[in-house]
Each structure stands twice: as C-alpha cells, then as structure tokens.
C-alpha cells in the first residue's frame, strides 16, 4: 500500500510540530538561570522550570549557577609593611544575583572574582605589620569582604564571605616570634613574683606595726597601772598608813625573788636575806588582808604588840 500526497505531508507536519515543539520548549532545573539570545542578542532570561522561546530564532546562551558557589584562593606569598615574607591562602564565597551580568558583563566570572581576590588580598595585608596580620583575622576579613563585593557588584554577583584560611611566616620569623614569647612570659612571671614579694613584705610590715602598736599601747596601760598604784600607795603613807608601804615593799620584793627563782642561766643564787625582815613583811602582808575582809574593826594583839617594819638586805 502506497503513501499518498496527502499522507506524506501529514507526516511532514508533524514532524515539524515535533521539532518546533522539542525546540521551542525549555525545562530549567532548579538553582539555575539560562539566558535567551535572539540572532546573538541577549532578550531574557529563563527561570527555573518549563519555559517557552522562539524556536529556530532564539537560543540558549548561558547557563548560569544561581547557589552560592566556592572559590579556593591558592597560596601566595605577600611581604608586610615591616618586611616580612608570609605565605597566605583563603577562600572566597560568591553568589550570582544576576544571570544577564554575571554572563555578559565580564568574562571568565570565576577567574575574574579569583584574580580580584588575590589582588585585594596582598593590598589590605601588605599594608599591615606582622603582628597586626596575625592577631586580626577578623578585621582583615571584613575589609576583604566589602573590598571584593564593591568591586564585583558591577558584575551581578555577591561575595558573601572572604576568610583568610593559613598565614604561614617563614621558620626562622616563627623561631624568633617563639623565643620572644618564652621572654615575655618570663618577664610577665617575674614581674608578678616581685608584686607577690612586694605584698608579703607590705603585709609583715603591717603586722609588725599592728603588733609594736598593741605592745606599746600594753605598756602604756600598765605603766598607767603602776604609777596608779604607786599614787594610791603615797597617798596611804601621806595619811599615815605605814602598812600600804610595807604591802608595796613586799610585794616587790617577792616579785624580784620570784624572778630570780626563774632564771633559767642561774643554777645558784647566794644572796643575805634577813629572814626577820621578810616574816615582818609577810606579816603586814596578812594584817592588811585582814583588815580588808573585816573592814572597820579594832586591831588584833600581834598588830599592836609588833608592827612589821622594812628594812633594806645586809650585804
């Protein structure tokens, strides 16, 4: 059986059909932007999805990545502003805001951002010290960042984040920056163990100006005893109480005996004690207790027949 005019025409159609149809139609995957070109000119772009253009006039131009994407600054070598050599790595996040620019505005958008990168990078850290390099990553960063960003905004891109991954200084830089540290601490240890010696010795000098203050202060009060004592004792003998003196007169002689009893550098002690002499005084000694815890009364016979009389040791 033959094909009629008709049948084959029919089939020419749709044939067409279905190559307009497979030309025509466009199904862009997600996260991603195409461009349209017409004769070479750009006219749209394409968002995510099933899309319609003019077959056999428009075309496909660029396909576009629309996540953020990232980019491995390598290693390079970048000379401070006090003379040292440091080798310095990173890495670069982007992101394409605008598929028409990212694609037509410049070219090689990866290698454009890398170049910028790198370019930045030895600016901002080639005008710091070494010790600012190394103790302000973040501050380096941030200028990175908006330094990056403003100059690639032309291009329809964000750089999202600039971080500074190694600074690696030379290994002779490295053995002197750790000889300076081992000096600075020990300087720093020194230092405190003088301020700890500074602060026991304040603190001793304290206690021994607490202590002679308190021991003076105990001196003054006793003094203050006996001259009281001594007072009242001659103002008994001014009334004519002989007894009050020969208390005063016992009690101090027993004292220094006492003392002397306890030295501990003397093992033998000779010295002429009439013993008369302190019997009498012990006996005024026990006429004055009397008194006392009798109160007024009349004298006792022993009193008034022998009054205890002092008298000085015969060498």
């Not at 190394?134 to 750089?159: C, M, Q, T, Y």
């Not at 000098?205 to 004592?229: H, I, M, N, V, Y």
């Amino acid at each position: 059986m033959g094909f009629s005019g008709f049948d084959i025409a029919l089939l020419v159609l749709v044939a067409l059909v279905v190559l307009v149809l497979f030309k025509g139609i466009r199904t862009i995957p997600q996260g991603y932007n195409y461009t349209v070109e017409r004769f070479g000119r750009y006219t749209k772009t394409l968002s995510p999805g099933l899309n319609l253009i003019v077959p056999f006039v428009d075309r496909i131009g660029a396909k576009m990545n629309m996540m953020e994407q990232v980019l491995d600054v390598p290693t390079q070598e970048i000379i401070t502003r006090d003379n040292a050599t440091v080798a310095v790595d990173g890495v670069a996040f982007y992101q394409v805001l605008n598929a028409a620019q990212a694609a037509y505005q410049v070219a090689g958008l990866q290698n454009a951002i890398l170049n910028l990168t790198m370019t930045n990078i030895r600016t901002v850290m080639g005008s710091m010290d070494l010790d600012e390099l190394l103790s302000n990553r973040d501050a380096i960063n941030e200028r990175l960042l908006r330094v990056v960003d403003e100059a690639a905004h032309p291009w329809g891109i964000k750089i999202t984040r600039v971080e500074i991954k190694d600074i690696n200084p030379p290994a002779n830089l490295v053995e002197s920056m750790g000889r300076q540290m081992m000096a600075e601490r020990n300087k720093r240890a020194q230092i405190l163990a003088a301020e700890g010696l500074k602060q026991s010795q304040i603190l001793e000098a304290e206690g021994r100006k607490e202590a002679a203050f308190r021991d003076a202060e105990a001196r003054e009060r006793s003094a203050e005893a006996e001259a009281r004592a001594t007072q009242v004792v001659s103002e008994a003998i001014s009334k004519g109480d002989v007894q009050a003196l020969n208390y005063f007169v016992a009690l101090k002689y027993t004292e220094a005996l006492t003392r002397i009893g306890a030295a501990t550098n003397s093992k033998l002690v000779l010295m002429p004690i009439e013993a008369s002499s302190l019997i009498g005084t012990l006996g005024g000694i026990g006429e004055i207790a009397r008194e006392v815890f009798k109160g007024e009364g009349t004298a006792s016979p022993a009193r008034q027949a022998r009054p205890p009389v002092v008298r000085p040791s015969e060498t």
